[in-house]
């Protein structure tokens, strides 16, 4: 009912920056909280940082101070600015959405997942 469709990634040198955007569509009457997760190589997907509808933002401790998440609610877009970044940073980003289908609440309320996009950061 919901797809996520990421933008922006690639290959960028250590202190440098880098800006990843995800684009939710479909049929669905609400985005709620959206997000960014990573998968490092050889570890487990982990939360990067999230933003509610009203614009509240939560981030891990490993990149507080570097990343800026934001959304665009009338265009249900989630968009990760990335600087200072770190060759530790290298890794699969995904793109997290909250959907409320009808406005109604669980259990009409589901997790939907983009389909990862590469972030290199050489050293």
């Known amino acids: 009912q919901v797809q996520l469709v990421e933008s922006g990634g690639g290959l960028v040198q250590a202190g440098g920056s880098l800006g990843l955007s995800c684009a939710a569509s479909?049929?669905?009457?609400?985005?709620?909280?959206m997000g960014w997760y990573r998968q490092r190589p050889g570890k487990q997907r982990e939360l990067v940082t999230t933003?509610?509808?009203?614009?509240?933002?939560y981030y891990a401790d490993s990149v507080k101070g570097r990343f800026t998440i934001s959304r665009d609610n009338a265009k249900n877009t989630v968009y990760l600015q990335m600087d200072s970044l770190k060759p530790e940073d290298t890794a699969v980003y995904y793109c997290?959405?909250?959907?409320?289908?009808?406005?109604?609440?669980?259990?009409?309320?589901?997790?939907?997942w983009g389909q990862g996009i590469q972030v290199t950061v050489s050293s």
């Open positions: 997290n959405a909250e959907g409320d289908l009808y406005g109604l609440g669980p259990p009409y309320v589901g997790d939907y």
């Open positions: 479909g049929s669905i009457f609400k985005i709620n909280a």
């Open positions: 933003i509610t509808s009203g614009g509240s933002t």
